[in-house]
């Protein structure tokens, strides 16, 4: 993480973007979706406490609502726009099929968190996806669904190896 700082560089999904006059409090939530034009990440609690607004910075899954926009210029930060071209779309597609998708608000920062997990461990047990996306609430779906479709990717991607 860098210096606060009101001109930085944010680098999306490989993309470059310059921003200036970032007041010292923006969130990267704010910045990505009002500067970047990226809405996939969603607010809602906007306290770090629904996982609605997971993006990944260096390879860390963090809440863009609580990370300060200027604090990770120079980082490499993935949306859940950027997911599916950096070969997730597969994550993706498990939602679908499963049925984890419903109202849909939670998915974004699910897919991030979801893709995150697999790739530090990508064989995971159920309790170890229930764990790992301890931090995203749905609302909808009941979890079911969603654990149901992270480890239908696991098992996949381990039988297209
Ligand atoms: S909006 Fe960031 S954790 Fe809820
Ligand atoms: S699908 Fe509606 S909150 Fe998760």
């Given at each position: 993480?860098?210096?606060?700082?009101?001109?930085?560089?944010?680098?999306?999904?490989?993309?470059?973007?310059?921003?200036?006059?970032?007041?010292?409090?923006?969130?990267?939530?704010?910045?990505?979706?009002?500067?970047?034009?990226?809405?996939?990440?969603k607010?809602?609690?906007?306290?770090?406490?629904?996982g609605?607004?997971?993006?990944?910075?260096?390879?860390?899954?963090?809440?863009?609502c609580?990370?300060?926009?200027?604090?990770?210029?120079?980082c490499s930060?993935?949306?859940?726009?950027?997911?599916?071209?950096?070969?997730?779309?597969?994550?993706?597609e498990?939602?679908?099929?499963?049925?984890?998708?419903q109202?849909?608000?939670?998915?974004p920062?699910l897919?991030v968190?979801?893709?995150?997990?697999?790739?530090?461990?990508?064989h995971?047990?159920?309790?170890?996806v229930?764990?790992?996306?301890?931090?995203?609430?749905c609302?909808?779906?009941?979890?079911?669904?969603?654990?149901?479709?992270?480890?239908?990717?696991?098992g996949?991607?381990?039988?297209?190896?």
């Amino acid at each position: 993480m860098r210096r606060v700082e009101s001109e930085c560089s944010l680098t999306v999904n490989g993309v470059e973007h310059a921003v200036s006059g970032l007041h010292p409090g923006e969130s990267l939530l704010d910045a990505l979706r009002e500067r970047c034009g990226l809405r996939g990440s969603k607010g809602a609690c906007e306290e770090g406490e629904c996982g609605s607004c997971t993006v990944l910075v260096d390879g860390q899954a963090v809440c863009s609502c609580l990370t300060l926009a200027a604090s990770v210029s120079g980082c490499s930060i993935v949306t859940v726009e950027g997911v599916g071209s950096s070969g997730a779309a597969d994550l993706q597609e498990a939602f679908l099929r499963a049925g984890a998708v419903q109202c849909g608000f939670c998915t974004p920062g699910l897919i991030v968190a979801a893709d995150a997990l697999l790739s530090r461990n990508p064989h995971p047990s159920l309790d170890e996806v229930r764990e790992g996306l301890a931090g995203n609430l749905c609302r909808c779906t009941g979890y079911g669904r969603i654990v149901e479709a992270v480890l239908d990717t696991a098992g996949q991607r381990r039988s297209q190896r």
